[in-house]
C-alpha cells in the first residue's frame, strides 16, 4: 500500500516537472538552465547597473559580475529608435534575430527580454548562477550585428 502511494507521488512528480520544463506558452527563446542564469528576486538586488541604447550599440557592452549576483539592469533608450535587450545564449539570440527578420511582428516577452520606446527606460533583474560569459543583444533588424554585449560572470 505505501509503495504504491510513493510510486504516485513519483507520478505525479514527473508529470509536473515535465509539464514546467515544455510550457511555453509565447514565442519566447526558452528560459532553461542553460548557463545563462535566471529571472532575479526583485527583493535581492546585489546591485544597479545601468545601460544605454543608442544607434546601434549598447553603452556599456562589456559588463562584469560576480557568480551569484542579482543584478537589476537599469536600461534607457536614449536613442531615436525602438531598441531590444535579451540575455541569451548566441545561439537562442541567433534565432530570434532571424525569425524577427522573417517576421518583424514576432514578439517575445520572457523575463529576459525587453523592449524599449525612444527616452523610455526600463528594468531587467537577473541572477547569474554560473560563471562564464553570456551574452545579450538587439534582436531588431539592421541592429542585431552591432548591438551585442557580454556579461563576464566571475567567481567569487
Ligand atoms: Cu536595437
Given at each position: 500500500m505505501k509503495r504504491h502511494l510513493i510510486k504516485h507521488f513519483v507520478f505525479i512528480a514527473l508529470a509536473l516537472y515535465s509539464t514546467f520544463l515544455f510550457a511555453n506558452p509565447s514565442n519566447d527563446p526558452i528560459i532553461k538552465d542553460t548557463g545563462i542564469g535566471k529571472p532575479g528576486d526583485p527583493?535581492?538586488?546585489?546591485?544597479i547597473i545601468k545601460i544605454a541604447t543608442i544607434e546601434?550599440?549598447?553603452?556599456?557592452?562589456?559588463?562584469?559580475v560576480k557568480k551569484d549576483e542579482i543584478i537589476k539592469f537599469v536600461v534607457k533608450n536614449a536613442g531615436?529608435?525602438?531598441?531590444?535587450?535579451?540575455?541569451?545564449?548566441?545561439?537562442?539570440?541567433?534565432?530570434?534575430?532571424?525569425?524577427k527578420r522573417n517576421n518583424p511582428e514576432t514578439k517575445?516577452?520572457?523575463?529576459?527580454?525587453?523592449?524599449?520606446?525612444?527616452?523610455?527606460h526600463k528594468a531587467l533583474i537577473w541572477e547569474f548562477t554560473k560563471a562564464g560569459?553570456?551574452?545579450?543583444?538587439c534582436p531588431l533588424p539592421g541592429h542585431f550585428k552591432g548591438m551585442r554585449g557580454k556579461i563576464n560572470v566571475e567567481t567569487q
Open positions: 527583493n535581492k538586488i546585489s546591485r546601434n550599440i549598447f553603452l556599456p557592452n562589456e559588463i562584469y531615436n529608435k525602438k531598441h531590444e535587450m535579451i540575455i541569451d545564449t548566441m545561439t537562442n539570440l541567433k534565432n530570434y534575430a532571424k525569425k517575445a516577452a520572457g523575463l529576459n527580454h525587453i523592449q524599449l520606446d525612444p527616452g523610455e560569459t553570456i551574452n545579450f543583444a
